[in-house]
């Protein structure tokens, strides 16, 4: 059961191609959500690394960056960019909501996915050595996926259809929890004291993005937790780069 709600919290949000024998529930994979980030994560900071001795740092965090879309498919970006566009062009709900509803991205959405990606090439590129960035994408990526988790289980739905209403109808407080507190041990594993700083990283994610998104469209929705991820993913890499100072 452990390895089937993994692979599945791995399926969910990467394009890796992984077989399961039989459909998991999707509420029961959410404990799993911080874990498979920090797989991510690993990932990321594993090429990083290993290009930090071969070419310019700078380089090493922009190719690394490319790869976490690479494996993820944006999935996130996604998230921010329809967020973008409907809390920046939409009027009132009803329009924000449509919004959502359309792929396509707009001039906000595609202002807001550069700006993450440039923050986290930056970011990731300013941490000191090839170890630093392996721990600081490790949990960066960890700790974004528990502010999206630790959003689903305590904010209300804005909208009832999509992958990510069925994430949040499911998303007990008690599983929000457990996926929470394993996500930061893995983080503090990863980086020691600085995961107490990374949490409150994500705590002004979860907060900031969670109000502005009960004022504009009265609650959550997939996107709005694909967009708390990539907040939180970058304001904990910002925090890690303070140790270049």
Not at 45 to 56: D, E, K, S
Not at 128 to 152: C, K, L, N, Q, Y
Not at 153 to 172: E, N, W
């Amino acid at each position: 059961m452990v390895r089937v709600n993994l692979l599945a919290a791995l399926q969910f949000l990467t394009r890796v191609p992984i077989r399961l024998r039989r459909e998991p529930s999707l509420p029961d994979t959410i404990a799993w959500v911080p874990v498979a980030g920090a797989i991510i994560g690993a990932a990321v900071g594993g090429v990083a690394a290993g290009l930090w001795f071969v070419v310019p740092p700078v380089v090493a965090g922009a190719v690394a960056v490319v790869v976490g879309l690479l494996i993820t498919g944006a999935f996130h970006e996604d998230g921010l960019g329809d967020i973008a566009d409907a809390f920046g062009g939409g009027w009132t709900v009803e329009r924000r909501l449509e919004i959502l509803k359309d792929s396509r991205h707009g001039t906000y959405g595609v202002a807001a996915i550069c700006a993450s990606i440039v923050v986290r090439m930056i970011a990731l590129w300013s941490l000191p050595g090839p170890w630093a960035m392996f721990t600081g994408a490790v949990a960066a990526h960890t700790m974004g996926r528990v502010a999206a988790v630790a959003m689903a289980g305590s904010m209300k739905l804005a909208t009832h259809s999509g992958l990510g209403a069925d994430y949040g109808r499911g998303t007990t407080r008690p599983r929000a929890a457990v996926g929470v507190i394993a996500g930061i041990a893995i983080t503090t594993l990863a980086v020691g004291w600085w995961a107490a700083a990374l949490t409150g990283a994500a705590l002004v994610a979860v907060v900031g993005t969670g109000m502005l998104a009960r004022r504009k469209i009265g609650g959550i929705s997939g996107d709005v937790l694909g967009a708390t991820e990539q907040v939180a993913e970058c304001l904990c890499l910002v925090v890690l780069s303070a140790q270049a100072r």
